[in-house]
């Protein structure tokens, strides 16, 4: 019988997967300005379902306001 370890890891490796692409789009580098939160999250679901699983996709638009916050402070 498989064992379903990698389907439960699976949800956080994603959502952490997400996090990351969406802290590296808003973050500014000293070779790239930051994206705004509106050019990042349309990036995000730009990749729904190729570089992003669909369900993390809705969760992200779900938290949407929480990662709006957040970027908001990186800036200021």
Request: no cysteine.
């Amino acid at each position: 019988m498989a064992s379903l370890t990698p389907l439960r890891s699976a949800a956080p490796a994603s959502s952490l997967a997400l996090a990351d692409v969406y802290d590296a789009l808003i973050s500014r580098r000293v070779y790239k300005h930051g994206f705004s939160h509106e050019d990042a999250a349309q990036e995000i679901r730009a990749g729904r379902g190729s570089h992003f699983d669909p369900d993390v996709v809705e969760a992200f638009d779900a938290a949407e306001p929480l990662f709006r916050k957040i970027a908001a402070q990186s800036v200021g």
